[in-house]
């Protein structure tokens, strides 16, 4: 079982839309958790860094948050337009024998349409 | 400013034979992170290197090797390369090891025949 599980797979939305993405996550404590925005053919971009203390963070028209609790984080994107169009991964850093750990999601793959 | 730059942009070997990929990170960046991307998978951690010494490292074999340079660009090396090996070798540059953002290059397409 991966440690982090994105949902859904993949997505249509209607250009101007809003969306919410998913990530489930077993690592706990960690160091950070990350969503990063990966075009095809392309390296991740980061849009949002979260320490294990954080329960928010926003980059423009990304919103992430974090419940330690439940072991969940969300990616929310307002007023979605074309070039949101990507795979959105959800990743998380911890330590685990004096050796720095990281674990990607699969991504969750967003189509945005006209 | 340059971003992270990745040589060569694509590659073809065949099985058995050895590969070294090249990175050179954001100038003033101090960590490099080596990462495999199979095709529609997220990408897998291989390593982690900060001031030329290993940091982190993913569940890969050994036939898989890094380092890092004075200048802290960074080599990944692959032995005895196998037809699974087929994947997008990704290159991240951050500051340090801590929570600051990682810019990736647009990685190596390596294509094992």
């Known amino acids: 079982k991966n440690q982090v599980e994105q949902s859904p797979q993949s997505l249509i939305i209607l250009e101007g839309k809003n969306c919410t993405l998913q990530?489930?996550?077993?690592?706990?404590?960690?160091?950070?958790l990350r969503w990063y925005k990966q075009d095809t053919g392309r390296g991740p971009v980061s849009l949002t860094i979260?320490?294990?203390?954080?329960n928010t963070k926003s980059n423009g028209r990304y919103t992430a948050t974090l419940d330690a609790d439940t072991k969940q984080s969300s990616l929310h994107i307002t007023a979605s337009q074309l070039s949101d169009s990507a795979s959105y991964i959800c990743?998380?850093?911890?330590?685990?024998?004096?050796?720095?750990?990281?674990?990607f999601g699969i991504g969750t793959k967003l189509q945005v349409i006209p | 400013d340059a971003g992270v730059t990745q040589s060569p942009t694509h590659l073809i070997k065949t099985r058995g034979q050895q590969v070294t990929l090249r990175c050179s990170p954001i100038?003033?960046?101090?960590?490099v992170s080596w990462y495999q991307q199979v095709l529609g998978q997220g990408p897998q951690f291989i390593f982690q290197?900060?001031?030329?010494?290993?940091?982190g490292r993913g569940n890969f074999p050994d036939r898989f090797s890094a380092r890092q340079f004075p200048n802290y660009s960074s080599e990944l090396n692959v032995n005895a390369l196998l037809l699974g090996d087929s994947a997008l070798y990704l290159c991240?540059?951050?500051?340090?090891?801590?929570?600051?953002?990682?810019?990736f290059g647009d990685g190596t397409r390596l294509s094992i025949l």
């Open positions: 990530c489930n996550y077993t690592v706990s404590p960690f160091s950070n």
């Open positions: 990743v998380v850093t911890y330590e685990s024998g004096g050796y720095q750990k990281v674990t």
């Open positions: 979260m320490t294990f203390s954080e």
């Open positions: 290197y900060y001031e030329k010494e290993e940091r």
């Open positions: 991240a540059s951050s500051l340090g090891t801590g929570n600051q953002p990682q810019h």
């Open positions: 100038s003033g960046h101090k960590s």
